[in-house]
Structures are given as structure tokens and as C-alpha cells.
């Protein structure tokens, strides 16, 4: 059991990660990575979500009917989704302007829904909770390399402090969207790299 | 006049794929080949304009600050705004599972060409989006807010079959392996986002 429960949480960060290899939750990812600050505040939203809409719907698994569960599943990650938005709004609200309508789109992060129908319809709601959660930090993870170098070439600082000298002209291109995708791109390059089994023919 | 250039910016400019990444799964996924790319790709423009002139409606009578005034004087104070995300999202979800119905009953030949598009279409991002951006923008007419999820229904579609060629062709040559399939795309739609970029100059 303890073997399984390590497993559930260690395999999503590195070798199922929702973004590099399932493709999931892309969406609503990208375009918050131009600073490590609202990443981080975007990271940490999506664990939460994730983390109790799987725990929430794994303890209402056996009475949702199969025919409505996509509809009471979406109601369930809303209002996750709602809580998050409104504590943001009270304690940060400079960041919650900042993340504008992305926090909104945690409800159709399709890592939300993908690991509610893969795993928790199906898991006891200790097994579902700690899966949501790693899947959340795998997605952060991917989201905060992605900021990292983001914001050090675009801007030269890191969390809003200067690390790179004065000196250095900051490449703007990093800071438009098109650079996050191609960041993600190497991302993937080097993880297939290391993992040859992950390779598509 | 300004409808047009509404219009227009909606497709080019405030593009939903390579200027705020809406939609990406669906994108990614179902771009292998360009006709089923097509078919997803007018789905998302219906979806949009169905949608999103129901949800401003429902933003400008139920949730926005005082909307609640036409019941009367004394639910001028009423803020339902923080309910948004819940209804919107039951809205779309609604709708989506009304059209599946409609089309498998009246129309069954689309039914079995859109096949499994359809229900997905209720988690794309890119609907949900655009009804969240619409409440940001503050639309002034339903006129205004059709054009915009016409346009940026039109916008995405383009999106979704030019990567589907591109992808197409790119069968044939010659990829490095550990970039094959994902890495590359992620590239290509890199690259094609910044031939995009280049409409943002223009000012209409």
C-alpha cells in the first residue's frame, strides 16, 4: 500500500508529467509564465484545485449518476475554482489582476477533469487527494521552469529582483507568447532525451 | 465601422491560440490531419456564437453589479459577479448537451462526422475564455459581443488548419527523435505565433 500511495505521488512529477507527456492543461498555462511571482501564484491554485475537486468528487464517487457526471464534475471544480478566486481577490489582488481571466480557466484545465474520469471515479479519496495534488505540483513545476527562464532573459531579475548586471539588454522577445511554446518545446526535447521509451516513432 | 475592425482584430490580432494559448488541448490533439481539424475547428466557431451572446445577457441582467434593477428598487445593491465562473460554465455545458441532441436526432450524418467533438468542445478553453474575456472587455450590445465570438471562433478554426497542414507535411521529413511529435509542434506553433505577431502593427 505504502509502495502504491509513493508511486501515485512521485509518477506524475517526472514520468507521467501532465504537460510533457499527457499532453494536458496547456491551456490555461502559458501565457502566466512571464513572471515567476504570478507562475507561482498560478502553481499553487492548480495544486489546491486539483487536490480537492479529486477528493471531493472521490467521495461522491459512488452516488453521480454516470449519465451527469461531466455536469457534476464541472460544478464541483467551479466552485474550487470560485474559493481560490475569491482568496486571491482578498489577500493578493494585484496578482489575481494580473492572472486575469487564467484563474477562471482552471475550470477547463483539462488536468483538472482528466485525473477526476482517470483517477478519482475510480480510488479511495486519500489515494484520489494525493494524486490531484502531484499532478498539480507536476503542472507547477513545468510552469515555474518556464517562468525561470522567462523572466531572467526577458527581464534580467527573478521574483522582481535584479540578478543579471545592469548591463545586460534584456531580450523582449522571451516575454511575447510565442517563446513560452518554444521553451515547453525544449523542455520536452530534453525529457525525451533522457527517456528514450517516451519517444514517438 | 467598428464592428469591422472588432472583427478583424478578433481573428488576427487578440488571436485565441497564439495570443493567449486558449484551447491548446484540443489544438494540439486534433491537428493531425486537416479534415478532422475542419470539423472541430466550425464546431468551435457555433459553439462560440451561441454561447457568448447568451452569457453577455446573462452577465449584463443576473451578475454584473446593479443588474439585478428590473426586479426592482431593492435589488439595486445586488453583486452576483463572484457566481460567474458556476454559470457560465453550466451554460456552455447545457448548450453543448442540447446541440449533441439536436444534431443526433435531425442531422446524423454530421452527428457521426463530428463523432466525439462535440461533448469536448463544453472543456475547451477557448469557449469559456471567450465569455470570460467578453465580461472583461465590457461589450456595449449582444451585436458586439457576436462579432467578437464569431471572430474569434473564425480566428481559431484557422488556427487549427494551418497547423493540421503544416503537420501533415511534416510527416515527411526528418526530425530529430527525442522532438518528434510534441517538441516539434510546440515549435511549430512557436514559430507560426510569431508570423502572427506581425498583425499586431496594425491599428484599425
Known amino acids: ?201 | 465601422m467598428e464592428y469591422i475592425s472588432l472583427f478583424v482584430k478578433s481573428i488576427f490580432v487578440d488571436n485565441m491560440i497564439f495570443a493567449y494559448f486558449l484551447g491548446m488541448c484540443s489544438y494540439l490533439a486534433v491537428s493531425k490531419n486537416v479534415k478532422t481539424a475542419n470539423g472541430l475547428g466550425i464546431a468551435v466557431i457555433f459553439v462560440l456564437l451561441c454561447t457568448l451572446p447568451l452569457n453577455y445577457l446573462l452577465n449584463k441582467f443576473v451578475l454584473q453589479p446593479g443588474a439585478l434593477s428590473w426586479l426592482g428598487e431593492s435589488f439595486k445593491d445586488v453583486d452576483l459577479s463572484f457566481l460567474s465562473f458556476i454559470l457560465f460554465i453550466a451554460v456552455i455545458a447545457a448548450f453543448v448537451q442540447i446541440v449533441e441532441m439536436v444534431v443526433e436526432k435531425f442531422l446524423p450524418s454530421l452527428y457521426s462526422s463530428l463523432g466525439i467533438f462535440l461533448p469536448l468542445i463544453a472543456v475547451n478553453c477557448a469557449i469559456l475564455g471567450g465569455s470570460l474575456f467578453m465580461q472583461q472587455r465590457e461589450f456595449l450590445n449582444v451585436g458586439e459581443a457576436a462579432t467578437y465570438a464569431i471572430g474569434s471562433g473564425i480566428g481559431w478554426w484557422l488556427a487549427i488548419v494551418a497547423l493540421a497542414a503544416i503537420r501533415e507535411k511534416m510527416a515527411y521529413s526528418k526530425v530529430p527523435a527525442p522532438l518528434k511529435g510534441l517538441g516539434i509542434t510546440f515549435m511549430v506553433v512557436g514559430l507560426m505565433g510569431m508570423a502572427f505577431m506581425t498583425f499586431m502593427g496594425i491599428s484599425l
Open chain 1, 1 to 201: 500500500m505504502n509502495e502504491d500511495l509513493k508511486k501515485t505521488l512521485l509518477n506524475p512529477i517526472f514520468k507521467g508529467n501532465p504537460i510533457t507527456v499527457l499532453v494536458l492543461g496547456i491551456c490555461s498555462s502559458l501565457a502566466v509564465t512571464v513572471q515567476l511571482k504570478g507562475a507561482c501564484v498560478m502553481a499553487l491554485s492548480v495544486i489546491i484545485v486539483t487536490g480537492l475537486s479529486s477528493l471531493v468528487v472521490s467521495l461522491l464517487r459512488n452516488s453521480i449518476p454516470n449519465r451527469v457526471r461531466i455536469i457534476v464534475q464541472l460544478v464541483v471544480v467551479a466552485m474550487m475554482v470560485i474559493l481560490v478566486d475569491q482568496v486571491l481577490k482578498a489577500y493578493a489582488y494585484a496578482i489575481d489582476k494580473q492572472l486575469s481571466v487564467y484563474i477562471g480557466l482552471i475550470i477547463t484545465n483539462c488536468i483538472v477533469m482528466g485525473r477526476i474520469e482517470a483517477f478519482a471515479l475510480g480510488n479511495k479519496p486519500i489515494p484520489s487527494l494525493l494524486d490531484g495534488l502531484a499532478n498539480g505540483a507536476g503542472y507547477g513545476m513545468i510552469l515555474i521552469i518556464v517562468a525561470f527562464f522567462r523572466e531572467l532573459l526577458g527581464s534580467g531579475t527573478l521574483f522582481g529582483f535584479r540578478v543579471l548586471p545592469e548591463s545586460y539588454v534584456p531580450n523582449n522577445l522571451v516575454i511575447l507568447p510565442p517563446m513560452a511554446l518554444i521553451l515547453l518545446g525544449c523542455i520536452v526535447w530534453v525529457q525525451r532525451s533522457i527517456q528514450k521509451d517516451l519517444q514517438e516513432k
